[in-house]
């Protein structure tokens, strides 16, 4: 089930003309009868994607059938029915029960200002035009979900390689950084699409259910979904780059605690999604925290350690102070493990070391993901920074975090 990202108006206006001029929550309400009304529909033919709607009773769907196939082209039924319901749903913001998630996080880690956010975006990915890759499609991106202006010139240097043309679904993997969860969670069922101050981003409804079929994923409650900054941190920049891309849907996953069967499970079940080339991956992560409010304070190196990774902006913490290009050092090494995608021995890294990198998981998962695969991929790091360089003598209560953009793109 793939629900195209589409105006309510003209098409609910039609729809609701066939029904008996009924209008407002009431025809949309309709709308939506007529689609379970449908019953099951065919397999989309995209791995990880099945139809997903139940029969029920409800109004005639025949009217609809003729509205939508008028509407999208002539498309097939279930198309027709498929992006009908995605106009209503998305639309209203209401149907049937149907939920937006809201961009909780705007007005103070983001703008909440259309104009404000498109700005600031526009001018950090022109800023990051020297991270461009090789200009094949990437498979996935790893960006950093602090603050805009804390993160957002190292977070412009992955977008920059989105290719819009060739996506059709973005599947973002996020820590869980305010709920304990064992394993992966989904959006609760209901929710149809996320909010951004750039427009609502539709959920993959379909390969939502296929997951949650599997019985292995948790369900995320509203509130404890908008508490969460992971996944909505990257859906700015992900709204600007997919603007005028035509259909394309969202597929949120919050990732929690994972012991080594459990990521090789989950790889399993996100084995089919990863395979589609028409869909893009993006791991939310940010790297080392650092400082008393993190409980993070080692003995780290006085000198840089040396690390096979030519990252820009690394160096302009060996300027500042020995913690600065001690906290460099090690994350140099981590990201060194991550681009020869050794999942075992980025965990054995993780495990001797300690650093506090929250998406630590989501890499993990990617890494298994990657080694399903051997020699198909590539992975590299195009820009790594700090949000503080404390100088020659940090004080007591300072801190930073460490941000990292890479991309993994397909070997030709």
């Known amino acids: 089930l793939k629900l195209p990202r589409l105006r309510q108006e003209g098409l609910g206006a039609q729809f609701v003309a066939q029904h008996g001029g009924r209008g407002g929550r009431a025809g949309i309400c309709v709308a939506a009868g007529a689609v379970r009304a449908a019953g099951r529909f065919v397999d989309s033919g995209r791995p990880g994607v099945r139809a997903s709607e139940q029969p029920s009773g409800g109004a005639s769907a025949c009217g609809a059938l003729a509205v939508s196939d008028r509407q999208h082209g002539g498309r097939s039924a279930a198309a027709g029915l498929r992006a009908m319901a995605g106009a209503f749903c998305v639309g209203s913001g209401f149907c049937c029960g149907a939920k937006l998630r809201d961009a909780s996080h705007a007005g103070g880690w983001y703008p909440d200002d259309e104009g404000e956010l498109r700005g600031q975006l526009a001018a950090l990915l022109r800023e990051a035009a020297f991270a461009r890759g090789s200009g094949r499609p990437p498979k996935a991106l790893i960006a950093p979900h602090a603050g805009l202006r804390y993160c957002g010139p190292t977070a412009a240097c992955a977008y920059v390689n989105l290719e819009p043309g060739t996506v059709e679904r973005i599947v973002v993997l996020g820590p869980s950084h305010h709920k304990r969860i064992q394993g992966c969670a989904l959006p609760a069922a209901g929710l149809a699409a996320y909010r951004t101050p750039l427009g609502p981003l539709d959920l993959d409804l379909g390969a939502l259910e296929e997951l949650r079929d599997t019985g292995d994923f948790d369900e995320l409650g509203l509130r404890d979904d908008e508490a969460e900054h992971s996944i909505e941190m990257q859906l700015p920049f992900v709204a600007l780059a997919m603007e005028g891309a035509g259909d394309w849907v969202l597929l949120p996953i919050l990732v929690g605690r994972l012991g080594p069967d459990a990521i090789a ?36 190196p006085v000198r840089p350690l040396a690390s096979s990774s030519a990252v820009p902006g690394a160096g302009a913490a060996g300027r500042a102070n020995p913690i600065n290009a001690g906290i460099e050092s090690l994350d140099l090494r981590g990201i060194d493990l991550i681009c020869q995608q050794d999942g075992q021995a980025f965990s054995q890294y ?35 920074s700090q949000s503080r360089l404390m100088g020659p003598a940090p004080a007591a209560g300072d801190s930073s975090v460490s941000y990292a953009a890479g991309l993994c793109e397909p070997v030709v």
Do not use: M
């Not at 001797?352 to 051997?374: S, Y």
């Open 265 to 300: 499970r989950f790889a399993e079940h996100l084995g089919p999604l990863f395979d589609d080339p028409t869909t893009l991956f993006v791991v939310s992560s940010d790297f080392c925290h650092w400082g008393a409010k993190f409980r993070y304070q080692p003995r780290l």
């Open 350 to 384: 993780l495990e001797a070391e300690g650093n506090t990198i929250c998406g630590r998981n989501p890499i993990r998962l990617l890494l298994e993901l990657l080694a399903a695969r051997p020699g198909r991929f590539r992975v590299r790091f195009l820009h790594y």
